[in-house]
């Protein structure tokens, strides 16, 4: 009996470990965590202290949106930046909100975990009269904020699409395959696609589904769509994993060269397809911009001056030409 | 004594009656979801003119192969009654470890095979003696073994897909052998092994008992503690094997990979007549039940249906599964 | 509409899966009073009684409920009516308190927030524990009461509902005779007030001091009704069994050899206390107590599943140390349980399996099963224990309770053990399949077995045993040789009278 308790403990205790390696490990080897304390006494000496609530460390992505906010924090004097991590937990990121509006900071930056909770702590901080700036996720009510700054999903869409029937020369067959059904950027990415398709009468839509976000279900959609026998001239992707697994598929059956693949994101492995040209459409989505752009309505805000209610930072189309710059960008 | 004779005859007519009864409901729980294939099947060929060609058929195993190893290693779970949620998540860690271990110019192609087989069995071993030892619901142990797996894939690979690849490591959901995809290949091999596994050996003997009435095993002397382990650290090492097909037919590793797998894995076992109360589950079945899944994924985009019927038609049909099953085993009491 | 009877159900029938429960069965019973209704186990009186309280459904047949037609959505619905039943197999809700218990789902309480009204509801109780003379605190946790004392819960609880007819099952088989003694008031004041009982019992001596009426069920089917005065002893036994006891059972000539197994002051918390026994070659042991007197417990105990906290047991002389069913196996003991399907079957798989698993080992030819010689052995089984299935390949779930239980045997049989335990091996089986198995305990015996054998069937203890141990809550009362057992020996001890020196 009491050996069998004994290794119920052994295993119970590395179980723990096992999970608080896998979930929280990162925190500590971030140096920006630390700085949370920093702020406890803001503006004290005459600075403008901006809170930065961050969802989650973690993601490749939002990291370039925040290397834009330090690029732009190090060009200002006299501002100081707190960085908090919620780790994707919406309660977290509304106890830090409040914790910015405690230490009465100048402005706060807040990049929301879900898009249910963000009003509430926009409602925080306008209660106690302090600019709040929500960045990259957008939702309704929005306008309720100080300002947003952000891209639009739907114009990530239209330009994906422009640029492929440019390259279809407004004729021929497309097939769209969908991220996760009913997400937002799903759901504008494709009506974005699809403006354009009702643009030019000589495109048709001959095929749609869903992969899910997901490389290898991208890939089973089309391996099954080639054994229809539909002529397919463009494969228009919701984002650049499925467009990778449509593009393996094509390439198993030797069907790559005569289709145009398009995705979006311009993820490294994706700009290594657009520079073998193997996929000849990606869009960027401007992190460092959105960052910049975001710090400094902030910073405009905490001195009183007007700010615009929406920012749009735009899109950046790329293609085979221009591949070489985002590559630098990830390095 | 003339009413004990009737009696008599009475139970004897009773014990001769049921029997025939009893071999038509087998024969319809036996050979009713390969029916409902067949049916299926002849439904899609009438429907797409490419449907019923070698190479889409092919196709459909192919792509079931993945998701129908990881169902097999899950009907021996669900046989001893238990569940297996973290298969698509350990995937995921056994796609991204071995995806960085595969890399041109490094080490020879067993190592990562080795490596991610036994890190898949690991994770099963570590599932199944919490389960027996610390007697944790299935559930539980294993919606944790899932979250837990699913981070330390994201912690492994910083989030990001591992791409690049060496070319044999593709070979292994690429290659092919006298036209036959290597996945289905390994995936036929991995049906017998367990077929006979399960019905030709003690081991399976007992698997089956713990299934049917733990209580009873454990008086007939079976160490259940031990079948247990056996049992999840096989359906492990099977999700290891499903990642590593996985990783080298999308050429990447990736930490979000095999997201959901265990519920197609689940569904499978369940339309293949494998029964959530334990003791009842064949490896045919299983694989049927991964084809009926594939031939609606493909038949359905071969059709182009919408995504949003595709899911609503597909679990209609895990339902109506899991009905014909409650209804087969109700009958009981 | 008034009739004489409150209850009349005709013609009932009700099928499972390989077996006929119920056979156009009829039972009629008059307003204000007893009527016992007796069988065998297995003779179809609970499912008789789940239809009548809304638990099953008939397949055919007509029930009328003081003269109106009876259509029952569920159990709720016969309480509705006025039909409440005390269950032989208490379920009380233990963290609850016994006022809780007896009012649960049906609390006194306020309209508006449906909260309960705790003081009305201790009220409530306490004004029917005065009613019916039942000295038990309401506020009382129900797993602080002894098996007794819940058992008059469960019969407060029923006439609490007002019940125009209530179903007592066995209602007497865990309490002592100063509270049957009560138990008997309560019913005659009962009865007084114009309710009907339907008394289910296996004590001949009740029939006559509290029941006025008795119908017999037999292998499901509608043996008589006959008023409970005139009919004699053996006229029930020849009514229920269907032919005469003697003929049945009666163990042969004993040849009995030294001892196996010793127990020596086997004890574990709460359950049993102090037993000590032996056991020896060809020797059939009898234990006979009532519900809860621990028989199966110390079963258990020796089988090693759940091992006793302190005591010891000897083997051939030799202390063996038993913590699991596994090292009772390797020491040759076998363990028929008492629930068949809980413990012992493995209802999804085939005869073959059922009778394989124990012994899977000795059937491995390399990495796979010698398939040929696990049928062989199993086919020889079928044969020497006449069992009837189709085939081995036949699921064990359609088999009926009699060939389950022989295949169980033959389970324990293919490991050719020397020490037997059995737990009501009979319980739940036809008559024909009863003799059977008598007989083939019987041929076990002679052949060298030592048997010890769990029955809550007297006859069936004093016509198997060459001796008889009796247990009383726990404790060993005494034992009896074969000569001097009889039924009113053991109840007297089984009810905790006197003990006599073992």
Redesign the interface.
Known sequence: MQRQKNWFWLIGVLVVALVSAACGGQQAAQPTAASEQQGSNAAADGKLVIGVAHPDFDDKWLSYLQDGMEQYAATQKDVEVIYVDAMNDASKQLSQVENFVLQKVNAIVLIPVDTVSAPEMVEKAKAANIPIIVVNRQYDGVENATAYVGSESIKAGLMQMEEVSKMLNGKGNVALINGQMGQEAQIKRTEGNKQVIGQNPGIQIVLEGTGEWDRAKGMTLMENWLQSGQKIDAVVSNNDEMAIGAIMALEAVGKLEQTIVAGIDATPDALEYVKSGKLQVTVFQNARGQGESGLATAIKAARGETVEKFTWVPYELVTKDNVDEYIQKWQ | MSSETTTVKKQERIANNSPLKVKSLAFLSRYGMLLILIALVILMSILSPTFFTASNLLNIVKQMSVVGIVAIGVTLVIITTGIDLSSGSVIALVSVVVASLAQPGGMPLFVPIIVGLGLGLLTGVINGTIISKGKIAPFIVTLGMMTAARGAALLYSGGRPIGNLSEPFKFIGQGQIFGIPFPILLFAFVGVITYLLLNKTKFGKRVYAIGGNEQAAMIAGIHIDRVKICIYGYAGLLSALAGIILTSRIASGQPTAGNMYELDAIAAAVIGGTSLSGGIGTIGGTIIGALVIGVMNNGLDLLNVSSYWQQILKGAIITAAVYLDSRKHNRRS | MSSEFILEMEQITKE?????AL?QVQLKVRKGTVHALMGENGAGKSTLMKILIGMYSPDRGRILFDGEELKLGGVKDALDKGISMIHQELSPIPNMTVAENIFLGREPSFRLTGWVKARELTDQTRRLFERLEIEIDPHARMSELSIANTQMVEIAKAISYNAKLIVMDEPTSAITEKEVFHLFRIIRSLKQEGVSIIYITHKMDELAEITDELTVL??G?YIGTRPSLNTTREQLIEMMV??EVQQIFRKPPAQIGETIMSVRQLARRGKYEQVSFELKKGEILGVAGLMGSGRTEVLEGI?G?NPPDTGEIFIHGQKALIR???D??AHRIG?L?EDRK????????SVE?NM???N??Q??KG???D?KKMEQACRQQNEQLAI?T?GLK??I??L?GG?QQKVLIA?WLLHDPEILLLDEPTRGI???AKAEIYQLIFELAKKGKAIVLVSSELPEILGLSDRIMVMHEGRKMGELSREEATQEKIMQLATGGLTTSA
């Open positions: 499972f899966p390989g077996v006929k056979d037999r292998d089917k269907g032919r089988f599943v699991s069913p596994r009772a196996i363990l349980t809980q413990t012992g079957l493995f209802l999804p798989l399996d394989t698993i124990l899977i080992d059937y491995a990495v796979f099963l398939e009837k189709p036949q699921i779930k359609y009926s060939n389970r036809d008559v024909g």
